[in-house]
Structure formats: C-alpha cells, structure tokens
C-alpha cells in the first residue's frame, strides 16, 4: 500500500522568519494515488494580525481566527495524520517552511525534507516554460475550479491532489491498477477443463474441406511445393 498525503496552508503572510504564522491546515489522504475520503483540517489561532493581502487571497479575517487553537494544541494530531507518508505539496518548500517554523515553536522536530514532493518542480519538469500555478494546472487538466473564488487549504489541497495525480500519468490510476491485478487474479484462478472441449467440425465438414483444397492443387502456393 502506497500512502501520500497532500497538504497544504494558508499563513498570515510569507515569510515565517518574520513571525508569520500558519492559519489553516487541510490534508487529503491518497492510498495507491487514490483518495480515500480522509482528510485533516484546523484553523488555527496566530497570535498575530493577518496581513491584508494574505487575508484577500484566503478570505480569513482575523475576527474569523478568534478563539481557534493554538498549533501547539493540534500538533500531535496533524503529525498522527500525517504518519510516515510522503507530503505533497505546491511550491513545498514554502509549507514545509512554515510548518517547521511552527513545530520548531513547539518543541517538536521538524518534517525531513526528503518527505516532501514539491507539484511545481514536476510540474515545470513535465510542461517546460507553461504557467505552473495551481489554477493553470486545474485549467490544463479540465478539474473544476467553480468553488475556488478565495484560497483555502482543504479545498486547495483536494484540488491539488487530482492535478498530482494527473501529473502522476492520470486520476484512478491506483483504481484501474488494483482492477487489473483483480483481473488476472480471476484469469489465474481458473481451474483447468476437467475433459478438453470435442472438435465442433464434423468428420464430414472435414473431408469436404479437405476436397475443396484439393481443387488448388496446381495453383496453390502451398500445394506446388508439396
């Protein structure tokens, strides 16, 4: 089984070595480059006023960020969530930044690099010098972006995953993979004939067919070298 989870977060601004803070968490899980229904979401408390361009682009307010929990107090959780499964993300080293910055504020380690599987470099890999952003993507692959008038992580990462996975050779891959090994599974398991199936010519049939060659005995190619 092939577990993945594609992640992604709103923040009060861009850069965490400046104090900003993440505000929303949203998480789909993938299990053979198929979702599962899981997901993880949590507005979070920042401590911090958003800024009015990142409160633009998300629609998050900070009135909306009032009495919402502090990431210290779903840290476990997400990190539950989480697992050991590879992290996808758009432009991932922005949200790994983010997120170690806030794991780092709670005294917990941070995610390894290695774990993260960044959708803007395959995406530049695989359409060279074509626009890379996730709106473009969603356009360049036909998914729906009707609900998507402001960022917000969930949302964003459920679309993110079906772009990874058309990235990845197309949506339900795992889906028409697992259907063929269940077909040969099936092909396999078939018992043998207990008797083979009788001829369905007759005797007849085959000696009249056998007369009717006979009759290209002098032009038939493979008759003149008989």
């Given at each position: 089984?092939?577990?993945?989870?594609?992640?992604?977060?709103?923040?009060?601004?861009?850069?965490?070595?400046?104090?900003?803070?993440?505000?929303?968490?949203?998480?789909?899980?993938?299990?053979?480059?198929?979702?599962?229904?899981?997901?993880?979401?949590?507005?979070?408390?920042?401590?911090?006023?958003?800024?009015?361009?990142?409160?633009?682009?998300?629609?998050?307010?900070?009135?909306?960020?009032?009495?919402?929990?502090?990431?210290?107090?779903?840290?476990?959780?997400?990190?539950?969530?989480?697992?050991?499964?590879?992290?996808?993300?758009?432009?991932a080293p922005f949200d790994m930044g983010f997120?170690?910055?806030?794991?780092?504020?709670?005294?917990?380690?941070?995610?390894?690099?290695?774990?993260?599987?960044?959708?803007?470099?395959?995406?530049?890999?695989?359409?060279?010098?074509?626009?890379?952003?996730l709106d473009a993507l969603c356009k360049r692959?036909?998914?729906?972006?009707?609900?998507?008038?402001?960022?917000?992580?969930?949302?964003?990462?459920?679309?993110?995953?079906?772009?990874?996975?058309?990235?990845?050779?197309?949506?339900?891959?795992?889906?028409?993979?697992?259907?063929?090994?269940?077909?040969?599974?099936?092909?396999?398991?078939?018992?043998?004939?207990?008797?083979?199936?009788?001829?369905?010519?007759?005797?007849?049939?085959?000696?009249?067919?056998?007369?009717?060659?006979?009759?290209?005995?002098?032009?038939?190619?493979?008759?003149?070298?008989?």
């Amino acid at each position: 089984m092939m577990r993945e989870i594609v992640l992604d977060t709103e923040t009060t601004g861009l850069k965490p070595e400046e104090g900003h803070r993440i505000v929303e968490i949203g998480c789909v899980e993938l299990v053979n480059h198929v979702q599962t229904g899981r997901t993880f979401r949590a507005f979070l408390n920042p401590e911090r006023a958003m800024e009015a361009k990142a409160s633009e682009i998300s629609g998050i307010t900070d009135d909306m960020l009032v009495g919402q929990p502090l990431f210290a107090e779903i840290a476990q959780t997400l990190i539950d969530f989480l697992g050991d499964a590879p992290i996808v993300a758009h432009n991932a080293p922005f949200d790994m930044g983010f997120l170690n910055a806030e794991f780092a504020r709670a005294g917990l380690p941070p995610l390894p690099p290695e774990r993260a599987i960044d959708t803007v470099m395959i995406a530049r890999r695989k359409y060279p010098g074509a626009p890379a952003s996730l709106d473009a993507l969603c356009k360049r692959f036909n998914i729906d972006l009707s609900e998507r008038v402001k960022h917000g992580a969930l949302l964003d990462a459920k679309l993110l995953a079906d772009v990874y996975l058309e990235l990845c050779g197309g949506r339900q891959f795992g889906l028409s993979l697992q259907t063929e090994l269940d077909a040969a599974t099936r092909v396999r398991s078939r018992a043998p004939r207990p008797e083979p199936l009788k001829p369905l010519i007759t005797p007849e049939e085959e000696a009249a067919h056998a007369a009717f060659l006979e009759t290209f005995k002098t032009t038939a190619m493979w008759k003149q070298y008989a």
